[in-house]
């Protein structure tokens, strides 16, 4: 429940259905997943965040700053999370 794993992705152009996966095999499953995209809140492809609600996981797009305050304010509620962030 609380790992914490390295992400093979330098910006938001890397990320996709491959580079999500490691959020899918997730154990117990995750619940939503916040993603902090760097300086600002860069846009996914739609198919993308579909493929993981079609997953049973919600996914939440932010700058990285507001993305982890999310992810703590998430995880204080005692909900399934996880945080993949870039740097800003």
């Given at each position: 429940?609380?790992?914490?794993?390295?992400?093979?992705?330098?910006?938001?152009?890397?990320?996709?259905?491959?580079?999500?996966?490691?959020?899918?095999?997730?154990?117990?499953?995750?619940?939503?997943?916040?993603?902090?995209?760097?300086?600002?809140?860069?846009?996914?492809?739609?198919?993308?965040?579909?493929?993981?609600?079609?997953?049973?996981?919600?996914?939440?797009?932010?700058?990285?700053?507001?993305a982890c305050a999310t992810?703590?304010?998430?995880?204080?509620?005692?909900?399934?999370?996880?945080?993949?962030?870039?740097?800003?």
């Amino acid at each position: 429940p609380r790992s914490i794993l390295q992400w093979n992705v330098g910006s938001h152009r890397d990320i996709s259905h491959e580079s999500l996966s490691l959020f899918r095999l997730l154990e117990p499953q995750i619940e939503i997943l916040v993603l902090g995209t760097g300086d600002k809140v860069e846009r996914l492809h739609p198919a993308t965040l579909k493929q993981m609600r079609e997953c049973g996981i919600a996914v939440e797009v932010q700058d990285t700053a507001n993305a982890c305050a999310t992810f703590n304010f998430l995880m204080n509620e005692r909900r399934m999370v996880a945080a993949g962030l870039i740097p800003p």
